[in-house]
């Protein structure tokens, strides 16, 4: 494996409940270079009335991080976003703030309420699509609704909704229900791209490497270098993209490509141009 894109990370020190400061930011990037990732979104939380993150913020965070890490020299291309709690002014929320999207992109990171489904939650992502905007639904496997209400969740997918699973999901870190979900999800085909969702260097760690063997263990190489550079990249380039779920809603297993897609040589450090 050459390379691996992350587009979800706490990596930006004092924003939230990630790194803390700036010497653990640079070991999280350090940490994130030396396990094979080499293009990583930092995307704070922006939860109303607990981290009021700012778009302003992010950008000179972005700007002063960036800084730091030439200074240091470890090698990782970082953009901006935001890991969006859902609210109803959302479609005029990302509209007005580019800041909040993947490297101003389209795309955004997607939060619904962990321990509760919250009412027209589909309807809210269609609102969001008729404005222009792509969701990526976070880390679905570890909201504690979505095992009794599948079927909202395959209905997230059908409104426009992109998966990103947990890549500690997949290897058991955040419990055996979680693992069970993120397994159902990667079997039936509902996975577009993994992340890590890295808070910290111990328990949320910026890796991707050790769910990336498991993916192409499961189902195929094809699929994991799509998931964990294919399909990243196409949403940093802006690419229109349907969730892999669109068509196989009903699929149970996932068919394997035998043939492996390729990426530009150096791809991380033309996406952002």
Known sequence: MRFMIDLHSHLLPGLDDGSPDLQTSLAMAKMAVEDGTRLMACTPHRTPGLYDTTADQIRSSVSAFRTELDKAGIPLTICGGSDIHICPELPE????????????????????????????????VEKVRAAGFRPILTHPERLRWVRRHYDVFEGLIRAGCLVQVTAG????????????????????GRIDIIASDAHNLTSRPPRLSAAAALIADAAGEAEQWRMTVERPASILRNEALEPVGMSSVEQVKMQQTPTRSRAPQRLWERLLR
Request: hydrophobic residues 40%; glycine residues 4%; proline residues 10%.
């Open 93 to 124: 929320l990302l509209a007005a703030e580019p800041e909040y999207r993947l490297a101003k992109s389209d795309y955004f990171l997607f939060e619904p309420p962990h321990q509760f489904l919250p009412p027209r939650l589909i309807e809210l």
């Open 169 to 188: 999901s997949l290897e058991g870190r955040f419990g055996s229900e979680a693992k069970e979900l993120a397994w159902r999800m990667l079997d039936e």
